[in-house]
């Protein structure tokens, strides 16, 4: 039996299309229709409360009885730096001055760690997704044992071979193997560490005869040929996300669908200026702003992220999405516009010629 039907047979799926978490992205509606129509579809919710994780899962399972995943980020808690942090609002005043603003007088860390959050462990193993995959970095291997003796299946993205072995070392039972191509945010596990920034073919090459665990292939993956060649590399399944964003279940707005519909979507970046971890998304102005040469470094992640999300709010008044995290893969020109199911059923026709 191959790997990938091994892997098909393990979660129920007909088709190796794993939808993309997305984190403002993914909604239920989208996650039911990539599951109903025999893939995998993935919930994000690193970014809300454990309230809201518990009411989307909800929402989630009235639209399908199919296995779905649901995603959670495993970052290091944010290092605050008074003066860091200062230093890069300063930055940003002359942005916030042309929307008639004042900079932030503080910053958050809005997002927290998945590592350490007992009551959305506790929500995990209460309501057992079939799937539970960790972002950027990985909770502690007890948690990972009672995770899947819960009966759920977990993943790992790792960005090499380093992250891998310890993906492996923690019991988790996949790995997410995410290219440099990816939109979104890198998985790296250290953001200070040496990133290869390996393609996602050079990836799974290097993956493929170093673990047993079933690989799935992330970043740059639009369409049927791309997910047959990822198999043909030695991935069970492949992710994409960047492919989905103009589904209607979407939730991006009209900004976003429009630029990614446009000639904006053939320059994509990697940058830490709009979190403060390196992500691949649109060039947009608060970019160009951040990465100009002498700009100092941003606020640690995911308290830059603030920032942004503040600069947007205030931007979005007037129409203006220069400064909106509109992320996107190096594959955003090839992106369609279907609904998530239609989407499916035309990546597995693509699959099959």
Not at 152 to 172: D, F, K, P
Not at 197 to 221: E, F, K, N, Q, Y
């Amino acid at each position: 039996m191959s790997s990938s039907q091994a892997f098909l047979d393990r979660l129920g799926l007909q088709l190796p299309i794993i939808q993309a978490p997305m984190a403002g992205v993914s909604t239920p509606r989208m996650v039911a229709a990539v599951s109903n129509a025999g893939g995998l579809g993935s919930l994000a919710i690193g970014a809300g409360t454990v309230a809201q994780a518990r009411q989307v899962i909800a929402d989630t399972r009235a639209l399908t009885n199919k296995p779905f995943n649901v995603n959670v980020f495993c970052h290091a808690p944010a290092v605050r730096d008074a003066r860091r942090e200062a230093a890069w609002l300063a930055h940003l005043a002359p942005l916030f001055a042309e929307l008639g603003a004042s900079v932030p007088v503080e910053l958050d860390e809005i997002y927290a760690t998945f590592i350490g959050n007992e009551a959305a462990f506790d929500l995990l193993l209460e309501l057992r997704p079939a799937v539970v995959s960790f972002h950027f970095g990985l909770p502690t291997p007890q948690q990972v044992q009672a995770l899947r003796q819960a009966g759920i299946y977990t993943m790992a993205t790792a960005t090499n071979l380093r992250e891998s072995l310890l993906i492996e070392q923690a019991g988790v039972d996949a790995i997410v193997a995410q290219g440099v191509e990816a939109g979104g945010h890198r998985g790296v596990f250290d953001p200070q560490a040496p990133d290869e920034r390996h393609s996602t073919a050079v990836l799974l090459r290097l993956l493929a005869d170093r673990t047993a665990l079933p690989l799935i292939a992330a970043g740059g993956i639009m369409d049927g040929q791309g997910i047959r060649a990822a198999l043909d590399l030695g991935a069970a399944a492949a992710q994409l996300g960047t492919a989905f964003v103009l589904c209607p279940e979407s939730s991006a707005n009209a900004g976003y669908r429009a630029n990614l519909k446009s000639a904006r979507a053939t320059s994509t970046c990697l940058t830490s200026v709009l979190s403060g971890r390196l992500a691949r998304g649109m060039v947009n102005r608060l970019i160009e702003h951040g990465e100009a040469p002498g700009s100092p470094p941003p606020a640690d992640y995911p308290v830059a992220y603030d920032a942004a999300k503040q600069l947007n709010a205030l931007a979005s008044q007037y129409g203006n999405s220069e400064f909106a995290a509109q992320w996107a893969g190096q594959g955003a020109p090839l992106a369609r516009e279907m609904g998530a199911e239609e989407l499916v059923l035309t990546l597995a026709r693509e699959m099959a010629r």
